[in-house]
């Protein structure tokens, strides 16, 4: 597969060949989760999940190996050989996805959190994010609100400015990390301010004016819903104001939301291994489930799918990466794969689903006739004889029934 003059994108030609989409150099990120999954146990993660019990774990393995500063930190900012890179975010995206999707959601809304601080001028709030990423600080993005949906333009929550302070009103909901986080990326509009005046600024759940009301959802992962009352904060948690502001938030869509499609062949990886391994080491009938024409077919054409949204998604990371001023094909490429890869992904796992289920179907065994005496066609029979020449015309014509139709 070549390069179609598209600079800079060193995994493209070894696609197929790899477990991600992860350059050569990045291998130590695939390493290090799988290092830190496998000494957890599966059963652990099983269980934490059905008991809806919070990975602090996981924060602890994050802060340990500063997985955050060296996949979310630009490399200009925190001074070392790792950063934020397309390919880099896109591989560990698909790789966390595919051991669990709880803990995937946990770095991915600290990217979303990080893109739009990358974006500003203020290098007060961007050295905050980046300490805070050092320490292992998970990051979350504040933007959903029930009134307002995905209409940014509407939302509720307000932030007037004072003499020496801004001071903050509203909620989000629908926010990861929002229980455990200090760098809360938030949305809101000004109160004196004119209809496109918006501004990103950073909230910290541990703060005076910040309140919980809990999780919005009745799993493991946290997707917190919180409330400002005159919650303050100054000018160095200010990220950006203006149509900037709105800008920014819609470009983080752009570039983090992608890792939707990514994260979702990360799953069906997941998936597609272990309906192998069901279908390989459970028989009936004398045969492995596996070896069953219609398993086989679900099996091939899922594998051949993953790969074509495996493919798709690569092409993305390579416009993103060779994106310019005179070059934003990425924005409408990331938007068709967001949309796109994950559906098919979806329908990959529910056929994936049928067709471990399908060795186990039986089929019904035809009921004898209620008086044997008098032998008759049943209803169901009716038009056999024109699919089967050897079927009886009728009683009267011949008795030559089918042995199961006797009596015993």
């Known amino acids: 597969m070549s390069n179609s003059g598209l600079p800079n994108s060193p995994h493209t030609d070894g696609l197929l060949g790899g477990t991600s989409i992860l350059v ?21 993660v099983l269980r934490q999940e059905i008991d809806r019990e919070f990975p602090a774990e996981y924060l602890y393995f994050l802060k340990s190996t500063k997985l955050l500063e060296r996949s979310l930190v630009p490399a200009a900012l925190s001074g070392g050989p790792d950063g934020w890179t397309p390919y880099r975010v896109a591989g560990l995206s698909e790789h966390l996805a595919f051991h669990s999707f709880t803990h995937w959601l946990m770095w991915h809304v600290s990217s979303l959190s990080a893109a739009p601080v990358w974006m500003s001028h203020n290098t007060e709030v961007q050295n905050t994010y980046k300490e805070q990423f050092r320490s ?29 302070r801004y001071v903050a009103n509203g909620g989000k909901d629908y926010t990861g990390n929002g229980n455990v986080s200090s760098l809360i990326t938030t949305f809101a509009t000004q ?35 919180f409330r ?6 100054g000018d160095e948690d200010v990220i950006s104001t203006g149509p900037q502001a709105f800008a920014d938030a819609v470009n983080t869509i752009n570039v983090g939301k992608f890792n939707l499609a990514t994260a979702a062949t990360g799953l069906v990886s997941r998936a597609l291994l272990e309906t192998y391994r069901h279908t390989s080491t ?18 091939c054409r899922a594998t051949l799918r993953l790969i074509g949204m495996k493919a798709f998604n690569a092409r993305c990371v390579d ?7 005179d070059d934003n094909r990425y924005v409408v490429l990331n938007a068709v794969a967001k949309a796109k890869v994950t559906h ?10 049928d067709g471990a289920a399908a060795g186990h179907r039986r089929r019904r065994p035809p009921h004898p006739p209620w008086n044997s005496r008098h032998p008759r066609r049943p209803p169901w029979s009716r038009g056999q004889r ?20 006797r009596k015993a």
Do not use: C
């Open 191 to 225: 109160a004196d301010g004119g209809p496109r005046d918006y501004v990103l600024f950073r909230a910290d759940s541990h703060r005076q004016g910040f309140q919980l009301v809990g999780n919005a959802v009745p799993e493991q992962m946290y997707v917190s819903e």
């Open 24 to 44: 050569r150099p990045d291998r130590s990120f695939i390493s290090e989760v799988s290092d830190w999954f496998l000494h957890t146990g599966r059963e652990k």
């Open 282 to 299: 459970r028989a009936i009938f004398g045969q492995t489930v596996s070896s069953f024409g219609q398993n086989r077919e679900g099996l």
């Open 386 to 405: 024109r699919r089967n020449p050897s079927w009886p015309r009728s009683p009267k014509r011949s008795r030559e029934w089918p042995s199961w139709w």
């Open 228 to 233: 400002l009352s005159d919650y303050a904060f």
């Open 319 to 325: 416009h993103m990466h060779a994106s310019g001023p």
């Open 344 to 353: 098919d992904a979806t329908e990959v796992i529910h056929s994936l689903a």
């Open 136 to 164: 292992g600080m998970v990051g979350s993005f504040g933007m959903s609100e029930r009134g307002a949906g995905a209409d940014w333009r509407h939302t509720a929550t307000t932030v007037k400015r004072l003499t020496e």
